[in-house]
C-alpha cells in the first residue's frame, strides 16, 4: 500500500464548475425520488391503520435503514475497487469516486440536487413500479420506503460527513453524533491506510462487523484468486479527506 501522498493527482476543479451546479433536470428527479419515498411511506402507513397492525411496519421501517447501511457499503466497495471509466452502466460513478479519492472534501461543494440526481433516478424507476404492485403491502412498504430513501440521500451523508463541523447545520451534527448517519470522525477512517475500511455511508453501523470480521478483505482475495483482479485498496494512494484537511494537517470532531 502506498503512503498518504500529500499532493492530489487530479486539478482541483474551479468553484464555477458546471460539472457541480443543479440543473432543472437535477432537481426534477430529486424532487420525483423524494415523492415516490414519501408514497412508500405513506402507503406503508395507510395500509397500517386500516389493518390495524403497528409492530410489524415498524420493524421493517428499521430493517430497511440497516439493509441500506449495509447496501451501500458493498456497492461503495465495488465501485471503489474494480472497473474504470469506461466500465459500462457503472462507469461514470466509478470515474467520479476516483476522483473523490484524490479530493475527498471536493463532494462538499456539490450542489443538492447535483449530487443526489443520479441516486435519485434510479429510486424512482426502480421503487415506483413497487408501489403500484405492493401497495396493499404496509410492512414490505415500509422497508421499501426507508431503504430507497436512506439509499438516496447516502451520498448527501457522505457530503456532511467530509464538511467541517462549524459550517454543518446543527442537526446534521446531532444526528452524526447520535450515529444515525454517518459521522465525519468514523468516515475519516476510510481516507487513511489502509483505505480499505468503513465503507458503509448511512449510519456506519456495519462497518465494525464488516471491518472486524474482514468481509470485504475476504471478497478481494475470492476476486483475485478467481479472475485475476486485484481492487484499488491494495496501492491506492490518497490525500486529505475533508476540506478542512486543505489548511490543516488535523480534523478536530
Not at 117 to 139: G, K, Q, S
Not at 199 to 222: H, P, Q, T
Amino acid at each position: 500500500m502506498s503512503k498518504l501522498n500529500p499532493t492530489p493527482l487530479v486539478t482541483p476543479p474551479q468553484l464555477d464548475d458546471p460539472s457541480i451546479k443543479s440543473t432543472w433536470s437535477h432537481r426534477a428527479w430529486v424532487a420525483t425520488g423524494c415523492t415516490t419515498v414519501l408514497a412508500s411511506l405513506a402507503v406503508s402507513f395507510i395500509g397500517s391503520i386500516n389493518s390495524h397492525i403497528w409492530l410489524e411496519p415498524i420493524l421493517s421501517v428499521f430493517a430497511g435503514y440497516l439493509f441500506a447501511d449495509l447496501v451501500t457499503g458493498v456497492y461503495h466497495w465495488g465501485i471503489d475497487n474494480y472497473g474504470d471509466a469506461s466500465t459500462p452502466i457503472f462507469g461514470s460513478q466509478i470515474d467520479a469516486f476516483q476522483g473523490h479519492h484524490e479530493l475527498p472534501w471536493w463532494i462538499t461543494k456539490r450542489q443538492f440536487a447535483n449530487n443526489l440526481h443520479a441516486l435519485a433516478r434510479a429510486i424512482t424507476c426502480t421503487v415506483l413500479p413497487i408501489c403500484l404492485i405492493w401497495r396493499d403491502r404496509p410492512v414490505a412498504m415500509g422497508f421499501v420506503g426507508m431503504a430507497s430513501g436512506c439509499i438516496m440521500f447516502s451520498q448527501q451523508f457522505h457530503a456532511w460527513a467530509h464538511g467541517t463541523k462549524s459550517k454543518l447545520p446543527r442537526l446534521v451534527v446531532a444526528l452524526q453524533g447520535g450515529g444515525v448517519i454517518i459521522s465525519r470522525s468514523q468516515h475519516a477512517g476510510h481516507h487513511r491506510p489502509p483505505y480499505n475500511n468503513n465503507y458503509c455511508i448511512v449510519s456506519g453501523v456495519w462497518n465494525r462487523f464488516l471491518d472486524e470480521n474482514k468481509v470485504f478483505e475476504a471478497l478481494e482475495m475470492v476476486v483475485f484468486l478467481k479472475l485475476g483482479r486485484r481492487p484499488r485498496s491494495w496501492s491506492e494512494p490518497n490525500s486529505g479527506w475533508t476540506e478542512a484537511a486543505v489548511d490543516s494537517p488535523a480534523m478536530v470532531d
